[in-house]
């Protein structure tokens, strides 16, 4: 038996209920959850934008403690501090085998199905109910058992509140900028959105070697944060226009490499037109239906040599990224206890998922 934070319903707070949780199969492991931390896909499911099974546990990212290990399972062992990713990454099918285990094909089902890798979820009500756990995750619980394709072991003894962050939102942001960008040293690189991910990315461009980073956002309070963790400019939207903003401060040419981290069309379309010539564009944001990418193909792309990309989960492979990310924090490289914006109890977590909603934080977390 353990305590979760239920979907039950759209539009509805979370229910905290005491669940029944299966043991672990073949290839999975029983985590004690220490921390996990609310990203804006938990919220997405809530208000039905992104469609998922109920009811449902949420929560995609956190850290604690393997207590159970399934049969099969070599790397982990119980006693084995962990991060819990919100992207299954096998090592095993076509996409992981070809270097893009971000989009690994054992992970596909997860979000549909709403349970682990065969499709069944590990949580049920007393009665015997199944209850669905988001992309094969559900961290918003005292405990939970996930594939072990989704964990990372990390070393003992660190905040489980700043690890549960590079789960999604860290591993996301500054893979957008080391993984999918190819900044190179002295380049100028504006990131659209002060929010988590915006936040790790400004970090990944810093550790890329990034010469100027221009941030832009509409709160002064996350434009201050990306200040705090790397840049050096920052522009607040709401004072005019940040495509002239960005130009003014690179003698006219536009930014090297964009980050666009909202999803939002005037924020696609100012993403696009900061860029300079020859420069690139990562749009990581997660959009709307109707966000489109519109430029014209001869003078927006081709005879200005610009590149877009799109970066699904930061382009990361989660043992090499989260292991990396843990030591750049280790070494005070890489700021996450600045990003933690407000930590709850598990009994209050509709507050922080209010607070989110709101745009009141940036990164609330969920300490048991
Ligand atoms: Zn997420
Ligand atoms: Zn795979």
Not at 56 to 64: F, N
Not at 155 to 175: E, K, N, Q, R, S
């Amino acid at each position: 038996v353990t305590r979760a934070a239920v979907c039950t319903a759209l539009d509805r707070p979370l229910e905290v209920l005491e669940l029944e949780l299966e043991p672990p199969r073949a290839g999975e492991v029983r985590v004690r959850v220490g921390a996990t931390a609310i990203c804006g896909s938990d919220l997405a499911v809530q208000s039905g934008s992104l469609p998922s099974p109920l009811p449902i546990v949420l929560g995609h990212q956190g850290a604690g403690v393997v207590v159970e290990a399934g049969p099969g399972v070599e790397r982990l062992s119980p006693g084995a501090h962990v991060v819990i990713t919100g992207g299954i990454q096998c090592g095993e099918c076509h996409q992981c085998r070809h270097e893009r285990p971000y989009l690994c094909e054992q992970g596909n089902d997860v979000l549909r199905t709403g349970g682990l890798i065969d499709g069944t979820p590990r949580f049920a009500t007393p009665e015997g109910a199944a209850v669905h756990q988001f992309v094969g995750t559900g961290t918003f619980a005292e405990e939970v058992v996930v594939s072990e394709a989704c964990v990372v072991e990390v070393p003992a003894g660190l905040d489980f509140a700043a690890l549960a962050l590079i789960g999604c939102g860290i591993i996301t942001g500054a893979g957008a900028a080391l993984n999918t960008a190819s900044i190179r040293a002295g380049d100028t690189v504006a990131v659209i959105g002060c929010g988590n991910v915006g936040l790790a990315a400004l970090q990944g461009a810093r550790l890329a070697g990034a010469a100027e980073i221009i941030a832009v956002d509409l709160l002064p309070a996350k434009l201050e944060l990306g200040a705090a963790v790397g840049a050096g400019h920052t522009i607040d939207a709401r004072d005019g226009d940040p495509v002239g903003a960005v130009r003014e401060l690179t003698g006219g040419r536009g930014s090297d490499v964009t980050i666009e981290a909202v999803g939002a069309q005037a924020t696609v379309d100012q993403a696009i037109a900061m860029t300079a010539s020859g420069g690139e564009v990562v749009f990581v944001g997660a959009g709307a239906p109707e966000v489109r990418i519109d430029v014209p193909q001869f003078t927006g792309l081709v005879a200005r040599a610009k590149t877009f990309k799109g970066c699904l989960f930061g382009d990361a492979d989660i043992r090499r990224d989260v292991t990396r990310l843990v030591g750049a924090y280790v070494a005070g490289q890489l700021e996450l206890d600045a990003m933690i914006s407000a930590r709850y109890g598990l009994d209050e977590i509709n507050d922080g998922f209010a607070a989110m909603r709101a745009a009141e934080i940036v990164a609330g977390v969920i300490e048991f």
